[in-house]
């Protein structure tokens, strides 16, 4: 299983745009970045994957680097509703068995 | 449709006491699993089902027993309560087919062991 390197935490302000960073370097080229996070005394929820090329949804937008050793979470306007913890897994498209490392806790600051 | 639901939202048990804790979808999706979160850190993974009638273990199984007698209920047991048994539980499901399917998780059931 591929190893994650993620801030411990970061904070921003509300309303500007965010970028979680994430290192996977030992990622294998089957694997791809996925994206949860979990606000506060809640369940994780799906933000967003990605294998290759850049990804967005409506929730956000990820960006991969081209020797996807490393990946960033983008939110464009950040909101309070924001603030969690964000997980970066990389993970096999048919592998169901997430492993989760302890995430960056993404502070939002009025 | 309500989600993954889980019951109880709160439960204080003794040392050497068992019991189950339910989790339940109406997703009609075929993978269910249960994870463990401890103070600070990610989940780890306890058991989880491909199917009724399947289960296997992941990463943190001892301790724990599962059963998968229908597609929507996946309950998990405790047989004898430790106190490292002490955590945050969540169960999450997933339908299997399709290129990717993301996991849906329960609100979760905060478990303390004296």
């Known amino acids: 299983d591929a190893k994650t390197t993620q801030p411990n935490s970061m904070e921003s302000n509300e309303e500007e745009p965010v970028h979680l960073p994430c290192n996977h370097s030992?990622?294998?080229?089957?694997?791809?970045i996925h994206w949860y996070r979990q606000l506060p005394s809640q369940g994780p929820e799906y933000v967003i994957h990605?294998?290759?090329?850049?990804v967005n949804n409506r929730m956000a937008s990820l960006a991969i680097a081209e020797d996807r050793k490393s990946s960033t979470l983008i939110l464009h306007r950040a909101t309070l509703r924001d603030a969690a913890v964000y997980y970066c897994?990389?993970?096999?498209?048919?592998?169901?068995?997430?492993?989760w490392g302890a995430g960056t806790k993404l502070i939002i600051k009025p | 449709n309500a989600g993954v639901t889980q019951t109880p939202k709160f439960q204080v048990l003794k040392t050497g006491q068992s019991m189950t804790l339910q989790c339940a979808q109406d997703?009609?999706?075929?993978?269910m699993s249960w994870y463990r979160q401890d103070p600070g850190m990610g989940l780890r993974l306890i058991h989880y089902?491909?199917?009724?009638?399947?289960?296997d273990q992941g990463e943190v199984p001892n301790g724990y027993n599962v059963s998968r007698s229908t597609t929507e209920d996946f309950p998990l047991r405790l047989l004898s309560a430790a106190p490292s048994q002490t955590s945050v539980y969540f169960c999450?499901?997933?339908?299997?087919?399709?290129?990717?399917?993301?996991?849906?998780f329960g609100p979760g059931t905060r478990l303390t062991v004296l």
């Open positions: 990605g294998l290759t090329s850049n």
């Open positions: 030992t990622i294998s080229g089957t694997d791809y």
């Open positions: 089902s491909v199917g009724a009638g399947i289960t």
């Open positions: 897994i990389p993970n096999s498209d048919s592998n169901y068995q997430l492993i």
């Open positions: 997703m009609n999706h075929e993978y």
């Open positions: 999450a499901s997933s339908p299997l087919a399709g290129v990717y399917n993301e996991q849906f």
